[in-house]
């Protein structure tokens, strides 16, 4: 079984490594975009949560809330928006909705690489360079304040985030099928990510929402993408969320995969054959 991953893995990278590369090196390309991408908006995105926290705080009178106190919530609104920024493909998904409404996607179609893989290798090259860069302004406020994180559980939140962006790509291909069928098909990208910044977690911790939410929340794939890795980091649960999480993932990825195939196949159909 390992000996069949292992020739799986090898056969996808050797045909996406060249995408994977063009979509480091473009990125670095254009240095002020990748500043403003990989710095200048999470350390905006984290100073506004560390505010918003540290005024509920100042407000509430009070030492803790739901059971932690204000460095568990600093801690979380540091990372948080980390995780969110590097769990989403809003501008992968842009792409992938313009090249099939406009028309574009001929010219992929036509080379010896699936449109999924495509974007799917791009999608990880540019969130591997970003990840990189922005990972160092995190570790260094949480250092700096001694904010309480566990370092030793940071491989394993990651490697979770990581499993969930594959099922964001899939949701994104899954919305960028839908230009086959409709027109204005971006207005389901800011929707999708309007709804997963709070079914993740990132805009308000899970476990302070009613008790009958939380739990369906937690059930949903949804909060491994910010919620778990987080709460798993800074202690506010424990390695049995995570692995639930990642099968949590698993089930979703094949749903989703299944209704991203049908959609794909019967929307390219019907493209290609009005002559397209």
């Known amino acids: 079984m390992r000996l069949i991953l292992k020739k799986l893995f090898t056969a996808f990278w050797r045909r996406n490594q060249a995408f994977f590369k063009l979509a480091v090196v473009s990125n670095l390309e254009y240095r002020f975009n990748f500043f403003i991408d990989s710095i200048l908006q999470p350390a905006i995105s984290v100073g506004i949560e560390l505010i918003l926290w540290i005024a509920i705080f100042a407000v509430a009178g009070t030492t803790e809330i739901g059971g932690f106190g204000k460095d568990m919530y ?7 928006p980390f995780l969110g920024r590097v769990g989403i493909s809003w ?3 842009g792409m992938m909705v313009e090249e099939v409404s406009s028309g574009n996607i001929n010219i992929i179609l036509t080379r010896p690489i699936s449109f999924y893989e495509y974007y799917l290798s791009q999608l990880m090259g540019y969130k591997v360079i970003t990840t990189i860069i922005s990972l160092s302004f995190p570790l260094a406020i949480t250092i700096a304040y001694d904010l309480p994180v566990d370092f030793s559980r940071l491989p394993l939140a990651m490697l979770l985030v990581l ?20 027109t204005k098909v971006k207005s389901f990208t800011l929707v999708k990510n309007l709804s997963l910044w709070l079914l993740a977690g990132e805009l308000v911790p899970i476990d302070l929402m009613p008790a009958v939410l939380t739990k369906v929340l937690l ?4 909060s491994a993408g910010v919620y778990t890795p987080v709460a798993y980091m800074t202690g506010r649960c424990g390695s049995d969320l995570v692995f639930q999480g990642f099968l949590s993932i698993f089930v ?9 195939r049908i959609l794909w196949t019967r929307g390219l159909r019907g493209y290609t054959g009005i002559g397209a």
Not at 74 to 80: E, I, R, T
Not at 219 to 222: N, R, S
Not at 252 to 260: G, I, K
């Open 163 to 182: 499993c969930y962006l594959f099922l964001i790509h899939n949701l994104s291909f899954i919305v960028s099928s839908f230009a086959f069928y409709i």
């Open 74 to 80: 600093l801690a979380y609104a540091v990372w948080a």
């Open 252 to 260: 979703s990825f094949l749903v989703t995969s299944v209704v991203a």
């Open 91 to 93: 501008m992968y998904e």
């Open 219 to 222: 059930i949903l794939p949804f």
